[in-house]
């Protein structure tokens, strides 16, 4: 969730920031880490953000930005050429404002921090680190890269999603047309013998009853329970709520724990490839670590501040895999411990996509048996009494 705040500087000068935290508390944390005070915090509605003009899109900016420095542009001339090409207001805005900052003589970590609703705290690590040793192409290139690799994986888990969605709503759909339209017009018709019906389709007939007699209740009732559902959804305590009951199921609970450590090891090893400290470097990734795992984390890095070994803080506190164990290890005997992070990052990525490509495989087929056989048992139970008629027919 998306907070604007006002506060006040080192300089005792007011600033204007849009920060992105899970609720207030995180928020005014992320504040504090930037030595700001606070002077106005409200979380920014979701209707005012979709009516704002799009802002600048960070992986197509550093992109761009590695392009021209390798044409031979200093950094002042390739950031006022995408400036001056740019056709968003605002994101020319953001970038005049870079280059203002730039002019003052401020860097281009600093210049970029003042916008983090647009420059993530990892970019603005990424590039400060950078300009430490003088290689800022070198880390927008890491950046794009897991700018990249991070949208892969995203995308893997939406396509995985898209199908099996279809299914779900149009068995639903079909399901709330059986249900609300055709089984009231049957009840009105066997309303005379549904004595001599059996349970399940005289349970079936009453609730046709109930709809065709208070059919704007149900309405009513309906959309404010799909309402509250979606409110309740948008909420981060439940969110959480949700995503610890899900990591109590074995099989899901693996692949969640999966999905952190590659995001985890991505993030830390990025900044430690460009020059950031380990432990900084893990305070910085604290954000992406789930939030059942936070308190194994904040106690990992406790354990590498004061001198353990970081791939035996993280075994120790559940926070690796048999095979990240070993290859972490490998990496700190080697000094490669950034490169080595991001191979088990991609690891743990190959094995989650292999995981959704079986779970996909296997759930549209069960998904369409489930559906066809509730629209069946429907269909069977409204057409009873037809079949009893028939035999006494006979």
Not at 311 to 336: D, F, K
């Amino acid at each position: 969730m998306e907070y604007r705040v006002k506060a006040l500087n080192g300089s005792s000068s007011v600033v204007a920031y849009v920060v992105d935290a899970a609720d207030e508390a995180d928020a005014r944390r992320q504040l504090a880490l930037r030595e700001l005070r606070v002077i106005s915090l409200e979380p920014v509605r979701r209707l005012r953000r979709l009516l704002q003009s799009p802002q600048l899109q960070v992986a197509v900016f550093s992109q761009q930005l590695v392009s021209l420095l390798d044409a031979g542009l200093s950094l002042v001339e390739a950031l006022e050429a995408l400036a001056q090409k740019e056709s968003s207001a605002g994101t020319k805005r953001i970038l005049d404002q870079i280059l203002v900052r730039l002019f003052e003589g401020q860097t281009l970590a600093a210049a970029v921090a003042e916008h983090p609703a647009t420059f993530p705290d990892l970019y603005v690590a990424s590039v400060r680190a950078s300009e430490k040793t003088g290689a800022l192409r070198e880390a927008l290139t890491r950046y794009i890269a897991y700018q990249q690799q991070a949208d892969s994986l995203r995308k893997t888990l939406v396509n995985a999603c898209i199908y099996p969605s279809v299914l779900l709503v149009a068995g639903l759909l079909v399901t709330l047309f059986l249900m609300g339209y055709v089984v009231p017009r049957f009840s009105s018709i066997y309303e005379d013998v549904g004595s001599n019906l059996p349970f399940a389709s005289r349970l079936l007939l009453e609730w046709g009853q109930l709809i065709d007699a208070h059919a704007g209740l149900v309405v009513v009732g309906a959309l404010a329970a799909l309402g509250g559902a979606g409110y309740g959804l948008l909420r981060p305590g439940v969110r959480a709520t949700i995503g610890a009951w899900l990591a109590r199921i074995p099989a899901i609970g693996r692949q969640l724990h999966l999905y952190q450590l590659a995001r985890l090891y991505r993030t830390t090893g990025m900044l430690i490839r460009g020059g950031m400290p380990a432990v900084p470097a893990m305070r910085m990734s604290a954000g992406v670590v789930l939030a059942g795992s936070r308190a194994a984390f904040a106690s990992a890095t406790r354990a590498v501040t004061e001198g353990q070994s970081m791939a035996e803080a993280l075994e120790r506190n559940g926070l690796t895999t048999p095979v990240a164990a070993r290859m972490l290890r490998v990496g700190e005997r080697s000094g490669n411990m950034g490169e080595m992070m991001e191979r088990v990052a991609d690891f743990c990525d190959e094995e989650l996509a292999r995981w959704v490509a079986v779970v996909t495989r296997l759930i549209e087929p069960v998904l369409m048996i489930v559906i066809g056989l509730v629209i069946g048992l429907i269909v069977v139970l409204m057409y009873f009494p037809i079949f009893q008629l028939a035999g006494s027919i006979q």
